[in-house]
Every structure is written in structure tokens, then in C-alpha cells.
RNA sequence: GCCCCCUUCGUCUAAUGGUUAGGACGUCAGGUUUUCAACCUGAAAACAGGAGUUCAAUUCUCCUAGGGGGUACCA
């Protein structure tokens, strides 16, 4: 086995790539990146019945959405199933397995007896000494392990501590199905020898078949990789994962308008820690991580924290960076694609200008979008609630009175916007508050936005003009 | 049922055999302010319960309770 550190990333191809599975992914890749080592991929389809195609597209865009990059080609187990079986075999020969020919059936009575009579429900062993002779015609076996049932199973874990398993506990599981394909445990234990994994990050539900492929590397004379078990991930109530709070696909996150780098640093506080530090980059994260400081307990996901992570580095983008991922985040929007075909080149180059005053205000890309909706927005503009109270007839009059004042100004800029506002409050007398309000509702629908005079000079003359006029003769045809 | 793991503010967590048990998010109250955010200041807020070890336990041990995971020809 090599001296470098090799870790890998093993999902299962069932559905998309969730937040457990995205901060065990990150974790892996911390750790060989923190270690100078390398991360694999290793894709683990051997249930061909579950595995879809649909869900290895959707793990591997969430991982480089996440800009979480494996190291050489993802491996697919199922290619290795030859291999897979060949290590079966050997088993067999040795002894150390044996051919089962119990049908589902069987199994099934077996498990309700062993419950009824308040046993353990595993395999009884039935084949595991029976002659072969006897076995039933025309049913293709299985190939069981033949598990130490004596003594004990002992893992040491850079989590978890050490962990003892009493192997009377642990049945004779199934590493080959009767269709000769094989199963998890003996891909897992063969995969993670031949790829020389020397680091197994996952979650600790795991961690009961870290003690079956501990006796299985044992049988074989290999040598056991070194595990650390990460708690879970709970939904907000503490109960497990559920679509409703949390347990959906990185690409849910990406379409509610968080940042990788948002939920890559959340997600690396859940769970591991560094003396007090939050907000940390890609690099201190590389340079801090390490297995010893992952806690043992579960941890609840928190949209809130998420949200404040995500605003802070909303506010810390470059304004370019935070249009173009607006621009691939739209489509995935509902309505993207109407909303998509309202901005057009003008409408992004405004959205660019307006964006230290959006990215500010914003916890989510989506919010953001919605904040600067007044950009792209059609004359006259629909006031909502809060707009339309400030447009009453004082705000109107304000308005009609401001107005010659704004066609005055020249050249449109911020500074001499902000110049002629405040000297119109000044002299009539105004405090700023009861001239922005209004002109703010009269240029954005809405009662609260950018700043104002960052709003009058991205929207420009002739549109900033036209939606004051709007609202300032709409009072005095009512 | 059986096996395994866990338990510090609402949440994520730090620290320690002797501390005013720290930070962050959230909450609340002020400040700042053209709105909303951001920002600043302050406040409330935790060692699950019970035994034991000890001069001393949040920290070590045990028990209880609660939570979680596993118990497949799933991974």
C-alpha cells in the first residue's frame, strides 16, 4: 500500500447527489487535498435494478457545481464485477465461503420466526454446513460469506473511537446474488483494496458494515483501510432527511440561488470545526481540515445560517461573476424561460451596473433576481402594497414637483442626482425620507430597493423620467 | 426485539477536573440610515436526568431517558 493518501467518494447511483452525500463527498476531498493525496470516484452501480443513468449525471453535475473535482476517470463498479466474482470464488475455494440455496421465500419465514421468537432476524446458517448434495434442483445459489461466529470484530475509527462488534451478531451476508453479480460489501472490500484506498470518509450508517467488510478483508489477508464514520445530517426537527427540509439534490440548492462556495463552507461546519472560525476559504479549509476534529453527533441543517453564509458571499462576488450565474440560473427557474427572454443584452448589462446595490441586499440569487425585477420591468409599472401608499396625493404632488427639477439634472450621474434631491428636500423643506420614498415606489413598484440615486442612474434619463411622470400625472387624472 | 452510535444556548459548535462555560447563526433592544439590507453596540439563551470517583465534575465511570443508525440476493 502506498504512503499517499487515496480517498474516495462511493456513491450509489439511486437518486440525486443529497446534502449528506455532498458534505462526505467534501469531506474526502478535503482530506486528500489537505493531505497532498487524491480523491476517487467510484460510482457504485452493482444494483443494477436501482442504479439509473439520469442519477450519475445528476451526482457528478452536483459535484462539479460544488467545483469538487475527483482525481482520473470515475470508476464504475460494475465494470469490476468480474473481478468482484473472481474474489468470491477464491472464497469459496478456500472455505471461507459457501453456496446458499435458500429461496427469498425462505428467507422471508426465517426472518419472521427469528422475530417471533425474539431473535436476531440474520441468515441462521442453514447452508452454511449442509451437504451440497441436498441441494434443491434448478435454483441457482447465492454465495454467502462464512462469518467468524465466535469472538469479535473490532474497528478503530478516527470518529468513532474504537467500536467492537460481538460477531455472533453478524450473519453470513450474501456477496454474490444468484444472478452471479455481486454484492456491496464484497465490491466495497475488493474496490477499496485494488484502488488502494488508505482513508474510507462516509456516513456512519456504515458503520456496522465496516465491521463485515473488516472480516471480509480479513479472510482475504488484506489489509482494512482507515475509517472515519461522519454523523448524519438531520432535518431541522432533528428527524431524518425528508424532501420537505433538506434532504434534497445539491442542484434544489442550486435552483433556490446558493453559491457553491456558501454551501460548501456551511457544509463543512456540520459536523468539523476549527476553533472558532465561520467564514473560512477553499484554501484555510484545505489547510485546517482533519479527521480528529469531526464531533460524533448528528447535526440538524439550518436554512438560516445557510442563508447568512450565502448573503456574506453574495456580497463578496464579483458583481460579473454573480450575472453569469444568473444568467445559466434562470433557465432553471419556474417561469425561467419567459423571465429569460425579458432580459435581453441591455437588461444584463443594467442588472451588472445595479449589482453592488443588489448583491448587498440579497441572501440568495433568486431573491437577488426578484430585488432587480424593476430593471427589466414595462411602463407603467404595476405598484405593489407598500408603493402605492406612498404614492398618495402628497407623494404625487412631491413627485410632480421634483420632476422639472430631475429634467434639469445634467449630466446623469449619481453625484449630481443625489445633489439635486437633496437640495430639492433642503429647500422645500423635506426631510430626504419623504422625497426617496416616493420616487422609490415611482421607479420600482416597490417600497424598498438600492439606492435610490443608484436606481435613477442605472435606469438612465429617459426611463428614470417616464416612470416619474407616470405616477406624478396618474395623481392628477384620478 | 437485537446490535452500534450520540446528548453543551432554539441551531452549528468551542473549551476545561477548579472559567463570569466562549464564538457563530437566529431572536430581542438600541445605534446608523433615503427604504431594505449591510454594519456597530447591547441583551436573553446551554452543560438531558440520576448515581459514583474526587477536595472539586460540564469534563472520568455506570445507569436511565431521549435521539439516530443498522439489522436485504440496497448501497
Known amino acids: 500500500m502506498s504512503e499517499k493518501v487515496i480517498t474516495r467518494f462511493a456513491p450509489s447511483p439511486t437518486g440525486y447527489l443529497h446534502i449528506g452525500g455532498a458534505r462526505t463527498a467534501l469531506f474526502n476531498w478535503l482530506y486528500a487535498r489537505a493531505k497532498g493525496g487524491k480523491v476517487l470516484l467510484r460510482i457504485e452501480d452493482t444494483?443494477?435494478?436501482?442504479?439509473?443513468?439520469?442519477?450519475?449525471?445528476?451526482?457528478?453535475?452536483?459535484?462539479?457545481?460544488?467545483?469538487?473535482?475527483?482525481?482520473?476517470?470515475?470508476?464504475?463498479?460494475?465494470?469490476?464485477?468480474?473481478?468482484?466474482?473472481?474474489?468470491?470464488?477464491?472464497?469459496?475455494?478456500?472455505?471461507?465461503?459457501?453456496?446458499?440455496?435458500?429461496?427469498?421465500?425462505?428467507?422471508?419465514?426465517?426472518?419472521?420466526?427469528?422475530?417471533?421468537?425474539?431473535?436476531?432476524?440474520?441468515?441462521?446458517?442453514?447452508?452454511?454446513?449442509r451437504d451440497h448434495r441436498e441441494a434443491p434442483p434448478g435454483i441457482a445459489p447465492t454465495i454467502r460469506f462464512k462469518a467468524p461466529r465466535e469472538g469479535e470484530t473490532v474497528i478503530k475509527d478516527r470518529v468513532q473511537g474504537?467500536?467492537?462488534?460481538?460477531?455472533?451478531?453478524?450473519?453470513d451476508l450474501v456477496i454474490l446474488r444468484s444472478d452471479g453479480t455481486p454484492t456491496y460489501n464484497l465490491s466495497v472490500v475488493v474496490d477499496d483494496?485494488?484502488?488502494?484506498?488508505?482513508?474510507?470518509?462516509?456516513?456512519?450508517?456504515?458503520?456496522?458494515?465496516?465491521?463485515?467488510?473488516?472480516?471480509?478483508?480479513?479472510?482475504?489477508?488484506?489489509q482494512t483501510p482507515i475509517y472515519a464514520h461522519v454523523p448524519l445530517i438531520h432535518g431541522p426537527d432533528g428527524a431524518k432527511l425528508s424532501k420537505r427540509h433538506g434532504a434534497l439534490g445539491v442542484e434544489a440548492y442550486r435552483a433556490m440561488g446558493y453559491l457553491p462556495a456558501a454551501l460548501r463552507n456551511y457544509l463543512v461546519r456540520l459536523g468539523w470545526s476549527h476553533g472558532d472560525a465561520e467564514i473560512m476559504s477553499t484554501d484555510?479549509?484545505?489547510?485546517?481540515?482533519?479527521?480528529?476534529?469531526?464531533?460524533?453527533?448528528?447535526?440538524?441543517?439550518?436554512?438560516?445560517?445557510?442563508?447568512?453564509?450565502?448573503?456574506?458571499?453574495?456580497?463578496?462576488?464579483?458583481?460579473?461573476?454573480?450575472?453569469?450565474?444568473l444568467k445559466a440560473l434562470v433557465p432553471e427557474l419556474p417561469d425561467g424561460v419567459a423571465l429569460g427572454e425579458r432580459i435581453d443584452a441591455d437588461g444584463w448589462q443594467k442588472l451588472e451596473r445595479a449589482m453592488p446595490g443588489l448583491k448587498e441586499r440579497a441572501k440568495t440569487l433568486v431573491e437577488l433576481l426578484d430585488s432587480a425585477s424593476f430593471l427589466f420591468a414595462?411602463?407603467?409599472?404595476?405598484?405593489?402594497?407598500?408603493?402605492?401608499?406612498?404614492?398618495?396625493?402628497?407623494?404625487?404632488?412631491?413627485?410632480?414637483a421634483l420632476l422639472p427639477r430631475l429634467e434639469d439634472v445634467s449630466p446623469w450621474t449619481l453625484e449630481a442626482l443625489e445633489a439635486s434631491v437633496r437640495s430639492f428636500a433642503d429647500e422645500t423643506g423635506r426631510k430626504l425620507g419623504k422625497a426617496a420614498q416616493p420616487l422609490r415606489a415611482a421607479l420600482t413598484g416597490r417600497s424598498a430597493s438600492p439606492g435610490i440615486f443608484e436606481v435613477l442612474e442605472v435606469l438612465g434619463r429617459d426611463e428614470s423620467l417616464a416612470r416619474i411622470r407616470d405616477q406624478a400625472h396618474a395623481g392628477n387624472s384620478a
Open 378 to 400: 414595462k411602463r407603467p409599472l404595476t405598484m405593489d402594497e407598500q408603493a402605492a401608499k406612498l404614492l398618495d396625493a402628497a407623494g404625487r404632488e412631491m413627485l410632480a
Open 193 to 222: 483494496h485494488d484502488m488502494d484506498i488508505t482513508h474510507v470518509i462516509r456516513g456512519d450508517d456504515h458503520l456496522t458494515n465496516a465491521a463485515r467488510q473488516t472480516q471480509i478483508f480479513k479472510a482475504l489477508g488484506w
Open 162 to 171: 474504537r467500536v467492537v462488534f460481538a460477531n455472533k451478531d453478524l450473519d
Open 47 to 129: 444494483d443494477q435494478a436501482r442504479s439509473t443513468k439520469g442519477a450519475i449525471l445528476a451526482i457528478l453535475d452536483g459535484l462539479r457545481w460544488l467545483d469538487l473535482e475527483w482525481d482520473g476517470e470515475p470508476l464504475y463498479q460494475m465494470t469490476r464485477a468480474e473481478r468482484h466474482r473472481e474474489v468470491a470464488e477464491q472464497l469459496l475455494a478456500e472455505g471461507k465461503a459457501y453456496s446458499c440455496y435458500a429461496s427469498p421465500e425462505e428467507l422471508a419465514a426465517m426472518r419472521e420466526r427469528a422475530r417471533a421468537e425474539g431473535r436476531a432476524p440474520g441468515y441462521d446458517g442453514t447452508w452454511r454446513d
Open 284 to 325: 484555510e479549509m484545505i489547510q485546517w481540515f482533519d479527521l480528529d476534529a469531526i464531533g460524533r453527533s448528528a447535526a440538524r441543517f439550518d436554512f438560516a445560517k445557510l442563508e447568512n453564509l450565502n448573503g456574506h458571499y453574495l456580497r463578496v462576488t464579483p458583481d460579473i461573476e454573480i450575472v453569469q450565474r
